[in-house]
């Protein structure tokens, strides 16, 4: 007998142990692809939240900013109008001071009540000036409040990202080390299997051939051997015989 190929074998040896490395490496590789996508997320979460924090800080500053004009802009205006109070009456005494026939006085009086009106007048715009500064920050203060929040908000958002990337790298790490388990397996039962087979194949090659012709003729003889012969049956004539007659006594000799 020709002796069989034992190099099927080792062939699906080779095969079973690439697929298995190259499953592995895949999931290796996608593995390595979602954790460098969530190294890169959280970078951006953290970027995103320092600025948010510092963006709600300045609309803070912007808000205090506002604030204290809004209460510069009440005092100057409260110091206006009292100077533009001060400065009608002395106008009204300036004018009585000129009908009881003393000029001098008078005019002293007028000038002076002109200089508080137009110092009322220059508090009165600085408090207007004020007024608008304080809502313009108030304004640019919510604002900034609202974009800061938007960033601490992404941050967040891009936080969670990284966390469900990093999951992910972790399962198909894991995937991968099932992967390669699962190859190493393969690849052991395979390898014993080829053994198997081939000390099998030169089992068979080393018998004679008289030897295998004996040993399959053997079971054969054996069975015959061991099968037990049906009893012949009856003939029909024996069957049918009846019993014997009685033999007669001898007469007695005269």
């Known amino acids: 007998m020709p002796a069989r190929n034992t190099k099927l074998p080792a062939a699906a040896d080779t095969g079973t142990e690439v697929r298995a490395e190259e499953l ?8 390595a692809t979602y954790s460098a996508f969530s ?3 959280a970078q951006r979460g953290s970027r995103d939240a320092a600025q948010g924090a510092a963006t709600l800080s300045m609309a803070d500053d ?3 900013g506002g604030a204290v004009a809004a209460a510069l802009s009440t005092d100057e205006f409260r110091r206006g109008m009292e100077l533009a109070g001060i400065a009608g009456q002395v106008q009204v005494a300036a004018e009585l001071l000129g009908g009881v026939r003393q000029p001098t006085l008078a005019a002293f009086l007028a000038s002076t009540s002109e200089q508080l009106r ?22 640019l203060a919510g604002q900034l409040a609202a974009l800061g929040l938007t960033e601490v908000g992404d941050g967040r958002d891009e936080y969670a990202t ?3 990337l990093g999951a992910a790298s972790a399962e198909m790490a894991a995937a991968a080390v099932r992967s390669a388990a699962a190859g190493a397996a393969e690849l052991a039962a395979a390898t014993a299997m080829g053994g198997l087979a081939e000390a099998l194949v030169n089992d068979s090659a080393d018998r004679p051939a008289g030897a295998r012709g004996a ?8 069975a015959a051997a061991a099968t037990p012969r049906a009893p012949k049956p009856t003939t029909r004539a024996a069957s049918k015989r009846g019993p014997r ?7 007695p000799k005269k």
């Open 245 to 251: 007659k009685p033999a007669k006594p001898a007469k």
């Open 62 to 64: 912007v808000a205090a």
């Open 39 to 41: 190294e890169a997320a």
């Open 118 to 139: 137009f110092l009322a007048v220059d508090a009165i715009s600085r408090a207007t000036e004020g007024a608008v500064v304080a809502h313009g920050a108030e304004h």
């Open 162 to 164: 990284s966390a469900a």
């Open 24 to 31: 592995a490496a895949a999931e290796s590789a996608a593995a």
């Open 215 to 222: 040993e399959q003729g053997l079971p054969g003889k054996a």
